[in-house]
């Protein structure tokens, strides 16, 4: 199948569309009209669904035009048209569900199959669209107003079930006879500093959701998720919620698990020592909420479990770092950032931290790329000392120099490919 702009699997519409004639069609209950009266304007939307009316320079909405050239619009107007018709409570807590799940399916469909981009369709393996859908959809659900009326509990639980739905969180499950990976990405986020901006961690994660690889005779299925970059959410316990369930004894016990987020130019990180605190306090998150923290004086999360200060990876990194990752290079990276045990200010170790120290940077830093780490490992420690767990980060995806208004040109499209290939390359090297 291709996709074309504006377009999306028609098995999934045909569902959303099934669904909701279900949900509409009990005759002791009066639906309301498909209206776009439904949604109050006036109601304003978060620091991250604020942007969603971003230009450069003034110019038009680039998520608008990211949504237009990757097929997502389509979904995103569905979706606030059948909201408008839900006609109760139980239903459109089915509907948000449904639809969430419906979106991650097609963004990771996309994701994987050819997509025709002489029609101006951006190429398959950009994640930008299913960003800026689920955000478009999560102020939409934000302004709805049904006549049934919800409270703000419901409305925050229909939030969460988005979120959860369209990340793949609830949609992780294996087949039996395979053995199981789970990969984790991250959104886009420093929309401040560019509004056009992906994440070639969360495009992986995209990429590789549902595959089946069979290596040295082993076949493997792999199911992935993609993390919002907020402060709150991990307050909240949206990784253990994730990555929990594949830890546990039972069917979806994972043989191997994985997160990524985007690191540093040019280079794949294996990040071997995890830190237990925030210290980031130069760059807010998607909603640009602070950590709390500073190299001097980290924090821990209110949510984090008890685990100790610092937490050693578990993947196979001799293996790993000798994948083909040109043109890039990969590093086992040993270096923290640590606070010596009856000391004050921050040292830097370049090959892990030394007794009874506070972490001040893992090797991933301070920031949700090292708390996502820690939190992984933390849970591998908990519940399977032996799972093979860990961190990499890819390198940053970057414009041409030249481009400082276009949503996209080749020197991003090919450093995108460069980066998927070398993370495919180092998941299969860790087979």
């Not at 079930?161 to 992780?172: A, D, F, P």
Request: with cysteine; hydrophobic share 40%.
């Amino acid at each position: 199948m291709r996709l074309r702009p504006g377009s999306f699997p028609r098995s999934l519409l045909l569902g959303a569309l099934a669904l909701t004639s279900v949900l509409t069609s009990a005759p002791t209950v009066q639906a309301a009209p498909v209206a776009t009266g439904c949604l109050d304007r006036t109601i304003t939307g978060t620091v991250e669904e604020q942007r969603l009316d971003n230009g450069i320079a003034g110019g038009p909405s680039v998520p608008a035009e990211i949504l237009r050239r990757s097929g997502f619009d389509r979904q995103v107007e569905l979706f606030g048209r059948l909201l408008c018709v839900m006609p109760s409570r139980e239903a459109v807590r089915l509907f948000v569900r449904a639809q969430g799940e419906a979106l991650w399916r097609t963004a990771t469909f996309r994701a994987q199959h050819p997509v025709d981009t002489s029609t101006g369709a951006l190429p398959a393996s950009d994640d930008r669209g299913l960003y800026w859908a689920r955000i478009s959809m999560a102020l939409t659900l934000r302004q709805w107003q049904p006549r049934f009326g919800v409270s703000a509990a419901d409305r925050a639980e229909l939030m969460r079930s988005l979120e959860y739905s369209s990340r793949g969180i609830t949609g992780t499950r294996f087949s039996p006879g395979v053995k199981k990976i789970v990969v984790t990405g991250f959104d886009p986020f420093t929309l401040d500093a560019d509004i056009r901006i992906g994440n070639p961690s969360g495009a992986n994660a995209l990429s590789l959701d549902g595959q089946r690889w069979t290596v040295n005779g082993t076949t493997y299925q792999i199911q992935t998720v993609v993390f919002p970059v907020r402060y709150t959410d991990f307050d909240a316990n949206m990784v253990e919620d994730a990555l929990a369930p594949h830890y546990r004894p039972g069917p979806q016990h994972a043989d191997f698990v994985m997160t990524a987020s985007q690191g540093r130019t040019g280079i794949f990180d294996l990040e071997v020592f995890n830190g237990r605190r925030r210290s980031t306090s130069s760059i807010g998150d998607n909603n640009n909420l602070w950590g709390g923290g500073s190299a001097t004086a980290p924090v821990v999360s209110p949510s984090m479990p008890p685990g100790p200060e610092w937490l050693t990876a578990s993947l196979p990194f001799a293996r790993m770092a000798q994948a083909d990752v040109a043109p890039f290079r990969t590093r086992v990276n040993t270096s923290v950032l640590e606070i010596p045990a009856g000391q004050t200010t921050p040292v830097r170790q370049p090959h892990g931290p030394t007794t009874g120290s506070i972490a001040s940077e893992g090797a991933g830093g301070g920031y949700l790329s090292n708390e996502v780490a820690y939190r992984n490992t933390l849970q591998r420690d908990l519940l399977d000392p032996s799972m093979p767990a860990g961190h990499l980060h890819v390198p940053v995806l970057s414009f041409d120099p030249a481009n400082k208004t276009l949503i996209t040109d080749p020197t991003y499209e090919a450093n995108r490919t460069a980066i998927l290939r070398g993370a495919h390359n180092t998941l299969r090297a860790a087979l």
